[in-house]
Structures are given as C-alpha cells and as structure tokens.
C-alpha cells in the first residue's frame, strides 16, 4: 500500500494562488492514480481532480476546471495541486487520495488533509 502526506494549505485571500503537495510512500508511486478531494463540515467529500499514473490523463471538477491544476513527479513520489483564483467557496480540508484504478475511482489510500482557508 501507499503512505499519503499533505502540506502546503494555508490561509489565503480571494484571487490568491497556492500549491497543495502530496507526498507519497510505500509501493512504487506511478501504479498508482493519485487524485485530489475536498471536504466541508456538513458535506460529502467532492472530488477536485485526478491524474493518470503516468500523467498523461487528468480529470477536473466543473468548478474547478481553468483555475486549478493537478501534476504529479513520479522522480520524486509527489503529486500537487496548483490552484490559482482561489473562491472563498474552495475553502475545505484538502485530501490526496490513491487508486490503482486507472477509471480514476476507487480511491482506498488517503492522506490526513490539509486546510485551505480563502478569505473575501
């Protein structure tokens, strides 16, 4: 199985950009999809973005979609979540999840999240 770690949240204002990091261990990071969710208290976990193994796929959510962008450096076992004009609605705990799937689902590996917090 695969070790998930997140870092790079923060608080930040609208229009502001930030970089999450997902740093990853155990077995060899490129079988794995690595996506990236977010959650509220009082809401489901909503899905962001997802990224092929070899990042040569990506997949975004309507309301993310020409702001945000998911990378990945297989060299270094990281997967990253760019994210610029950033909404006081993106305000969550962001989640790295992991799946051998390449469907970009079943997601079983996940990290503890990490807090993104915008500002009007």
Same mark, same amino acid.
């Given at each position: 199985?695969?070790?998930?770690?997140?870092? #790079?949240?923060? !608080?930040?204002? %609208? #229009?502001?950009? !930030?970089?999450?990091?997902?740093?990853?261990?155990?077995? @060899?990071?490129?079988?794995?999809?690595?996506?990236?969710?977010?959650? @509220?208290?009082?809401?489901?976990?909503?899905?962001? %973005? %997802?990224?092929? #193994?070899? #990042?040569?796929?990506?997949?975004? %959510?309507?309301?993310?979609?020409? *702001?945000?962008?998911?990378?990945?450096?297989?060299?270094?076992?990281?997967?990253?979540?760019?994210?610029?004009?950033?909404?006081?609605?993106? @305000?969550?705990?962001?989640?790295?999840?992991?799946? *051998?799937?390449? @469907?970009?689902t079943n997601f079983g590996y996940w990290g503890q999240g990490t807090q993104v917090t915008v500002s009007s």
């Amino acid at each position: 199985q695969v070790q998930l770690v997140e870092s #790079g949240g923060g !608080l930040v204002q %609208a #229009g502001d950009s !930030l970089r999450l990091s997902c740093a990853a261990s155990g077995r @060899t990071f490129s079988w794995y999809a690595m996506g990236w969710f977010r959650q @509220t208290p009082g809401k489901e976990r909503e899905f962001v %973005a %997802a990224i092929s #193994g070899n #990042g040569g796929r990506t997949s975004y %959510a309507d309301s993310v979609k020409g *702001r945000f962008t998911i990378s990945r450096d297989n060299a270094k076992d990281m997967a990253y979540l760019q994210m610029s004009s950033l909404k006081p609605e993106d @305000t969550a705990v962001y989640h790295c999840a992991g799946s *051998r799937d390449s @469907t970009f689902t079943n997601f079983g590996y996940w990290g503890q999240g990490t807090q993104v917090t915008v500002s009007s």
